[in-house]
């Protein structure tokens, strides 16, 4: 089978197309249903999961023109920023870089939170330091913003890794939400399986320099090859500006290196070719799962995605009346979203804050929080995942909001103008 891309694109314009979820793909497949995936056009594929490599360019004014010659340094929430290239000599405005992974002086907020934070229209309390040593301090909100704009340097990796600890020490690390427990007693996964855009393109002949995608919601685009891209893992940079943004889709994810961001991507795969055809079809558990050495960052085995996404609570279920009232509420502590809070000595959960890692569930002693995480299998060994840092609901939830869109012709695919050669 071979298709062109602008074949399938006057099918959507004249809303003849058959555009599927990857999700709807997989359940016409387990229901024995082959015949309707070979009519397919277009599958409409996502990952949410923490990305290290994601930074904003935000510009703004922070004082009338002619106020002071140039920036030297300067502050978002208490996040540093980089000044960036351009002086905007006596303009009186920044043009500032953040990083996902910048740190507050609060070890719990970074650049991930900032984000959200301004998606949700929430004011940031600026703070500027000139090269003539004055300090202006200025409230900024997203819509006041010249521009606001979000990159990821290597986002959406072909799937990614699952993590042990093999020693006999507790580890810190940024893949883990709380201190990696030593012995391989209980494993940190991360990768949407078989959503995961260049999982169902793993030779990028759909997705290219130009492809539209959606980044946190909003419409961006495909830059290129992220980088350590490589042929056997692809990854992806691309853009969107953050001023439709949407807050559940993205934010921070504290670890005990420090806080780290979460983004999302959709992306459409138009159905081109029997191989596209094929990767769409694979189930997880025909994609392999690298099982790495925390510490070493060395691979000791393979599992597959089946481990990760198949018979498994994709939501944390929450039973408020079961808590025990400990003295100290683990869970909350190490909720690394922040959304367990207590009211009237009963605990809450924050639905759109929540990641669904499942850490909570090990942790409570009152089956407040449930979740069946499942088992990582390698290597003749069975370790349960206590940690996921990717959110599989809501990737889903993204896929299928992608899918509307092109039904209801407001999101329009474009035809990539350059291949990627990762
Ligand atoms: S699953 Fe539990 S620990 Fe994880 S983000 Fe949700 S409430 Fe927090
Ligand atoms: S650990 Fe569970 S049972 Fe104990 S206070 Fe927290 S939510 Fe309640």
Redesign the pocket.
């Known amino acids: 089978m071979e298709r062109s891309f602008s074949d399938i694109r006057a099918k959507v314009d004249r809303g003849e197309a058959v555009v599927l979820s990857a999700q709807e793909v997989r359940k016409i497949l387990e229901d024995g249903e082959r015949q309707t995936l070979e009519d397919v056009d277009v599958v409409t594929c996502a990952t949410r999961a923490v990305m290290s490599g994601t930074y904003a360019v935000l510009s703004f004014s922070v004082a009338p023109p002619g106020s002071f010659l140039r920036a030297k340094r300067a502050w978002l929430n208490g996040i540093p920023a980089e000044v960036g290239p351009c002086p905007n000599e006596r303009l009186g405005i920044i043009d500032l870089m953040v990083f996902g992974t910048a740190h507050s002086r609060d070890p719990r907020y970074g650049g991930g939170h900032l984000f959200r934070d301004l998606a949700e229209g929430k004011e940031v309390k600026v703070e500027v330091e000139t090269d003539a040593g004055d300090v202006f301090r200025v409230d900024v909100a997203l819509s006041e913003m010249l521009q606001a704009r979000l990159f990821g340097t290597r986002h959406s990796f072909k799937n990614y890794s699952a993590f042990v600890n093999p020693s006999d020490e507790r580890v810190a690390t940024i893949f883990h939400a709380a201190l990696f427990d030593p012995c391989c007693n209980g494993a940190s996964v991360s990768g949407c399986g078989h959503l995961n855009p260049v999982q169902n393109d793993p030779f990028l002949e759909a997705i290219g320099v130009g492809t539209r995608i959606l980044l946190n919601g909003a419409e961006g685009f495909v830059l290129g090859e992220g980088t350590r891209s490589s042929p056997e893992r692809p990854n992806l940079s691309g853009f969107a500006d953050m001023y439709k943004m949407e807050p559940e889709y993205m934010g921070g994810f504290v670890t005990p290196c420090g806080p780290e961001c979460v983004t999302s991507w959709a992306v459409p795969i138009p159905v081109l070719s029997d191989l596209i055809l094929e990767s769409i079809a694979a189930p997880d558990r025909s994609i392999p799962l690298p099982v790495m050495d925390v510490a070493k960052r060395r691979e000791i085995g393979k599992a597959t995605y089946g481990d990760v996404w198949e018979d498994v609570d994709l939501e944390v279920s929450f039973s408020p009346d079961?808590?025990?009232?400990?003295t100290q509420?683990?869970?909350?502590s190490i909720c690394p979203t922040g959304a367990i809070g207590f009211r009237d000595w009963k605990?809450t959960l924050d639905r759109e804050r929540c990641f669904n890692c499942g850490l909570c569930s090990s942790?409570?002693?009152?089956d407040?929080?449930r979740a069946h995480l499942g088992s990582l299998h390698f290597g003749g060994r069975e370790v349960p995942i206590v940690v996921r840092q990717s959110d599989r609901l809501r990737a889903e939830k993204l896929a299928e909001d992608l899918k509307r869109r092109i039904l209801d012709g407001s999101f329009k695919m474009t035809e990539m103008v350059d291949r990627i050669s990762p």
């Open positions: 079961t808590c025990k009232r400990c509420c683990i869970p909350e605990p942790a409570c002693i009152g407040v929080f």
